[in-house]
Structure formats: structure tokens, C-alpha cells
């Protein structure tokens, strides 16, 4: 069980989906991000040995953040924080929170999508 002060998810995460969406323009429609779902979450600090042990793998690039424990958040959703439009993340790993209290947190491993190198 993970010990997280409340006061910690003090950031705001959108999980959603990319759709099309009409412009209502001569465009026509884009593929834009629609949010699903709303949750506070906190950054997960990682460990400065956990930081090296990633280097060089696909989790090198990776954040993560702590929220409480939902499981309508799958790794198929993409994911925005604080309302940052121009930084889309992709759900790479969700650690469940298994312990059955009445605080449980799932640590959601995020990778950037915008820089192209999926």
C-alpha cells in the first residue's frame, strides 16, 4: 500500500481518446484529443537507482504520476495534464493498487507522444 498525502494531487489529468471532430470549416474534420475522464493526480518521484536502471530501455523517456485508484483508465486512452494541449501522453504501464483500503493509488507510467519517437 502506497502512502500519498492528499495534498500531493494538487494536478489535474485528462484521460481520453483521439476522435474526429468537425471542424465546421473546409477542413472538414481533424483527429483532436477528447477527454473522458477527469482525475487529480500527484508525480511519482522516482528513486535516482530506478532512474539508471531505465536507461536505455523504452521506459527511459517516461513519467509518473499517482492517482486514485480508478479502473475505468485503461491503456488504450491517451492522456493530457493540466490542461497542456501541446503535450499528449500515452499510458505505456498501469500498476494497480491491490491492497483493498480505502485509500488506494495506481501509478500510470506516461510516455510523450508529440515528440514522435513512439
Do not use: P, W
Not at 477542413?27 to 531505465?54: E, I, M, N, P
Request: hydrophobic content about 35%; aromatic content about 6%; charged content about 25%.
Amino acid at each position: 500500500m502506497m502512502k500519498l498525502a492528499i495534498s500531493r494531487l494538487n494536478h489535474l489529468i485528462d484521460f481520453g481518446v483521439t476522435e474526429q471532430v468537425d471542424m465546421g470549416t473546409i477542413d472538414g474534420t481533424t483527429a483532436q484529443f477528447v477527454s473522458k475522464q477527469r482525475l487529480h493526480c500527484a508525480f511519482y518521484q522516482r528513486s535516482q537507482s530506478q532512474q539508471y536502471s531505465l536507461l536505455g530501455t523504452k521506459l527511459e523517456d517516461t513519467i509518473v504520476v499517482a492517482v486514485r485508484s480508478q479502473y475505468h483508465v485503461d491503456k488504450s486512452m491517451l492522456a493530457q495534464i493540466d490542461g497542456d494541449v501541446d503535450v499528449t501522453y500515452r499510458i505505456v504501464a498501469i500498476s494497480r493498487d491491490d491492497s483493498h483500503s480505502l485509500q488506494c493509488y495506481d501509478l500510470i507510467t506516461l510516455k510523450d507522444v508529440t515528440k514522435g519517437d513512439e
